[in-house]
T-cell receptor
């Protein structure tokens, strides 16, 4: 069974440029999460989807961040424009319910210059 | 608001020895879930062990076990017979319900000396 797939793994951009990250969760997992992980810290939730509905986006900086999960499967997280402080790892995870275990992708590491 | 605290930024253990990582949390809920996740360098985070708050028995998974003290809101991870592959960042996490968001601690970086 394929795990959570994220792309790109690494991205370097100039500040004020846009960037997008893509995530494909494990097949059949209805819940999808985007987490932000700063260097040396624990992940923090940005947004959680139940199918195509964003059920928790209270921590998403909506002035520059947006996300979508149009068909309730894969998801895209966008930043426009990027700022220096956005340099971090963006983690995607999915969950099928049941045990509550989250399955994580390898993350997308963003560097903003 | 729920919080998770890991007071040990770094820990070190000799191969084959035992190490305990500490975690405390704060919640007003009576039912919840606690997790330990492992994040190797540049690799994906994986679940090590989970504990349901309503279960009094401490969870165990092979060399990994927890000491869950509900009244003290403490949830420590014990790794027995440490192996070189155990070297990683370990995160303690809390969830109010299945499928809900995980709240993570700051992490403990574990190194294993040969």
């Amino acid at each position: 069974e394929a795990g959570v797939v994220q792309s790109p793994r690494y991205k370097i951009i100039e500040k004020k440029q846009p960037v997008a990250f893509w995530c494909n969760p494990i097949s059949g997992h209805n819940t999808l999460y985007w987490y932000l992980q700063n260097l040396g810290q624990g992940p923090e939730l940005l947004i959680r989807y139940e199918n195509e509905e964003a059920v928790d986006d209270s921590q998403l900086p909506k002035d520059r961040f947006s996300a979508e999960r149009l068909k309730g499967v894969d998801s895209t997280l966008k930043i426009q424009p990027a700022e220096l402080g956005d340099s971090a790892v963006y983690l995607c995870a999915s969950n099928a319910g049941g045990t509550g275990e989250l399955f994580f992708g390898e993350g997308s590491r963003l560097t903003v210059l | 608001a729920q919080t998770v605290t890991q007071s040990q930024p770094e820990m070190s253990v000799q191969e084959a020895e035992t190490v305990t990582l500490s975690c405390t949390y704060d919640t007003s809920e009576s039912d919840y879930y606690l997790f330990w996740y492992k994040q190797p360098p540049s690799r994906q985070m994986i679940l090590v062990i989970r504990q349901e708050a309503y279960k009094q028995q401490n969870a165990t998974e092979n060399r990994f076990s927890v000491n869950f003290q509900k009244a003290a809101k403490s949830f420590s991870l014990k790794i027995s017979d440490s192996q070189l592959g155990d070297a990683a960042m370990y995160f303690c996490a809390y969830s109010r319900n299945q499928g809900g968001k995980l709240i993570f601690g700051q992490g403990t970086e574990l190194s294993v000396k040969p």
